[in-house]
């Protein structure tokens, strides 16, 4: 299998959404190919990916010109467009691209997009939108990522009655159900990937769990602890 830095990804379509999963995945030293049919979107990104192209994606000719045949991952980011986005999902299909990403305005879309083949449709309005409602659900609640429809990853700060103590003395999982999975430290965003049993809780310290996500409104009760 291919490390993510081996793989080739065309990003089609150079609005915010698509020019930030662009600059994103160049970031992480990978081989992109961005396009869109505006020279201006293109022109924007030439400096930031591999190869930025001016290209209709209708046009499954133009496509195979820019050499997205060749992609492992394509992320398709026309989401408001339906025709254009059909279109260009059939070329992907068409074109034998192994796994496509699709971005969907509503539910209607997501359905379209799935049957015609997409991997994955995502909605980034629509899930933003959930992630932050539910980050201010616990004013304890710093961060929170949905793994799926029972669990969430959720970083909160250390509850002052647990700094000093090392987290085999808390036995969090026993008398919480909270399964720390890492550990920051104030101002640093290095994150401590499963921390020794042994580590002794600091104030300022941010703590990563995984929790049952029916059951986000604990964390207010932690700082009455």
Same mark, same amino acid.
């Given at each position: ?28 030293? /990978? =081989?992109?190919? !961005? ?5 201006? /979107?293109?022109?924007?990104? !030439?400096?930031?990916?591999?190869? !930025?192209?001016? /290209? ?14 060749? /992609? ?26 192994? %796994? ?29 939108? +959930?992630?932050? !409602? ?16 029972? %669990? ?17 003395? *808390? ?11 890492? &550990?920051?430290?104030? *101002?640093?965003?290095?994150?401590? &990937? ?15 769990? &995984?929790? =049952? ?7 207010? *009760?932690? +700082? +009455?602890?």
């Amino acid at each position: 299998m291919k490390g993510y830095t081996e793989r080739q990804y065309a990003v089609l379509g150079l609005g915010i959404f698509g020019s930030t999963v662009a600059k994103t995945l160049s970031r992480y030293n /990978c =081989d992109v190919i !961005a396009l869109d049919s505006d020279h201006k /979107c293109v022109n924007r990104m !030439a400096d930031i990916v591999t190869q !930025a192209v001016q /290209c209709d994606i209708t046009d499954i000719e133009q496509l195979r010109a820019a050499g997205i045949q060749d /992609c492992d991952v394509a992320i398709l980011c026309m989401g408001n467009h339906l025709e254009e986005s059909v279109m260009g999902l059939i070329n992907l299909k068409e074109l034998g691209i192994p %796994y496509i990403v699709a971005k969907a305005k509503n539910k209607r879309y997501m359905q379209i997009f799935v049957e015609l083949g997409a991997n994955k449709v995502v909605r980034p309005e629509h899930d933003m939108g +959930e992630q932050v !409602a539910k980050s201010v659900l616990g004013k304890n609640i710093i961060d929170i990522v949905d793994l799926d429809s029972e %669990y969430s990853i959720v970083e909160i700060p250390t509850p002052k009655q647990w700094v000093g103590k090392t987290l085999v003395e *808390l036995d969090l999982r026993r008398k919480y159900g909270i399964n720390v999975v890492g &550990i920051r430290a104030y *101002l640093e965003e290095h994150l401590n &990937i499963c921390p020794d049993s042994e580590y002794r809780i600091e104030a300022n310290d941010h703590l990563v769990v &995984i929790s =049952d996500s029916n059951s986000l409104g604990r964390f207010d *009760l932690l +700082e +009455e602890l």
